[in-house]
T-cell receptor
């Protein structure tokens, strides 16, 4: 069974640009989560999508947005990039058909802002 | 509010036993999860507790006390490869997870 896949692996942008990160969940998982992990820090929750709808949003500005497609894959968009957006962005998926299912993570996209 | 606390760093010796504690205060509780994260890699799922008590999984065990808002992860027969960060996460409603800051464990020879 294929795990959660994220692309690209690395992304280099400059301040003010826009970045798009992509995630494909484990087959059969309908929930997708996005997290930001700055160097040496913990996971900060960004967004949760389930069945194409945004279910919850973390404490991030509106320039962080995303969507979930009918095949349950997801995109995270970050507009007007700032230096402090440099971080590892992790996507996770879970089976929301039953409770207490663990989230399974992809290998992440490392976003560097120059 | 949501608050999860873990020690920042711990050090232990190869072959020893180490206990990593986690305390939480969340607006709801559906279960508590432990993840392992090696530097530069994605977190991997280790265990979860939904009821009070001890769950054992090989060298790893996890304990939960819901009345105390407390959990621990017990690692036995430590190996060098166990050097990693260990993340405690609470599922507080539906599938919404709140992650703790993580405990960085260093295993010394």
């Amino acid at each position: 069974e294929a795990g959660v896949t994220q692309s690209p692996t690395h992304l280099i942008k400059t301040r003010g640009q826009q970045a798009t990160l992509r995630c494909s969940p484990i087959s059969g998982h309908t929930s997708v989560y996005w997290y930001q992990q700055a160097l040496g820090l913990g996971l900060q929750f960004l967004l949760w999508y389930d069945e194409g709808e945004e279910r919850n949003r973390g404490n991030f500005p509106p320039r962080f947005s995303g969507r979930q497609f009918p095949n349950y894959s997801s995109e995270l968009n970050v507009n007007a990039l700032e230096l402090e957006d440099s971080a590892l962005y992790l996507c996770a998926s879970s089976d929301s058909s039953s409770s207490n299912q663990p989230q399974h993570f992809g290998d992440g996209t490392r976003l560097s802002i120059l | 509010g949501q608050n999860i606390d873990q020690p920042t760093e711990m050090t232990a010796t190869e072959g020893a036993i180490v206990q990593i504690n986690c305390t939480y205060q969340t607006s709801g509780f559906n279960g508590l999860f432990w993840y392992q994260q090696h530097a530069g890699e994605a977190p991997t799922f280790l265990s979860y507790n939904v009821l009070d008590g001890l769950e054992e999984k090989g060298r790893f065990s996890s304990f939960l006390s819901r009345s105390k808002g407390y959990s621990y992860l017990l690692l036995k027969e430590l190996q060098m490869k166990d050097s990693a960060s260990y993340l405690c996460a609470v599922s507080n409603y539906g599938q919404n997870f709140v992650f703790g800051p993580g405990t960085r464990l260093s295993v010394l020879p």
